[in-house]
């Protein structure tokens, strides 16, 4: 099963596609992005940035939330970034401000607009998890660490050269604070791909360097999994893409 979440067509046919199987759905793992990437707009009309990293997965979620209502308990896991905290997307009055969300070409910046995808996923994961909690579904934005050994900067050469040159200074996914995460079996997720009991009480929290964060005046945090592939996708984190034994669907 294959999913581009830049076009919003193609997340309503594989959620179709997946419902058509009758599988209980226990853990859904938001963490596809893109980074890094000059001004497009999707088939959509939408800048890419905020439909890839935000809006294709809200709108997966919703389609799939009776599965997940259905298949609890369930969870579903955000993967969101720290840079949520350097950006906005509120006017100077404090409202919304839509256009900061898919800007035009002029008020574009890279930089800034996944900053404020990743916001959105903090955001939307809370939300989700205040109304889909009373009802066994909870949810988790994480923040992964630094993508340096990640595929995240290959848009830009920019972030390459940078990525490069910071690799050497950078901690790997095992260290002294976050050994006790990774799994017998090798796997170095952080999160355990939500099948193993983390020992809180499934409510929503934030998850940096493995560890539950404070927030930042109540956003939390999360990060893009640096397997960006211009938001398309199979999915194959442990779930095998929603096939019959699975209790894992990962995108």
């Not at 800048?47 to 939330?65: I, K, S």
């Not at 903090?122 to 050994?149: D, K, Y």
């Not at 355990?192 to 360097?209: F, K, L, M, N």
Request: aromatic share 8%; hydrophobic share 30%; with cysteine.
């Amino acid at each position: 099963m294959t999913l581009d979440l830049a076009v919003l067509r193609s997340v309503q046919h594989f959620a179709e596609a997946f419902k058509a199987k009758n599988v209980s759905l226990h853990v859904l793992v938001c963490n596809a992005g893109t980074f890094a990437l000059p001004w497009t707009l999707t088939k959509d009309g939408l800048e890419t940035t905020f439909q890839v990293n935000h809006l294709g997965h809200f709108y997966l979620v919703q389609l799939l939330q009776d599965v997940l209502c259905r298949s609890a308990p369930a969870r579903v896991i955000v993967v969101s970034s720290e840079s949520h905290r350097f950006t906005d997307i509120n006017d100077s009055s404090g409202k919304l401000d839509l256009s900061r969300l898919s800007p035009s070409q002029s008020d574009y910046w890279a930089m800034l607009a996944y900053n404020r995808s990743k916001l959105c996923n903090i955001l939307f994961s809370n939300e989700l998890h205040r109304r889909l909690s009373p009802r066994g579904v909870t949810s988790n934005a994480v923040h992964p660490g630094n993508m340096m050994f990640s595929s995240i900067h290959r848009n830009s050469w920019v972030y390459t050269l940078l990525f490069t040159l910071a690799r050497p200074f950078t901690k790997s996914m095992v260290t002294d604070t976050n050994k006790d995460f990774v799994k017998d079996d090798g796997d170095e997720d952080g999160v355990d791909d939500g099948r193993e009991d983390s020992g809180d009480d499934g409510s929503e929290d934030s998850r940096v360097d493995c560890r539950e964060d404070g927030g930042d005046d109540g956003k939390e945090d999360g990060g893009d999994d640096g397997r960006e592939d211009g938001g398309e996708e199979d999915s194959e984190d442990g779930g095998d893409d929603g096939s019959e034994d699975s209790r894992i669907a990962g995108f």
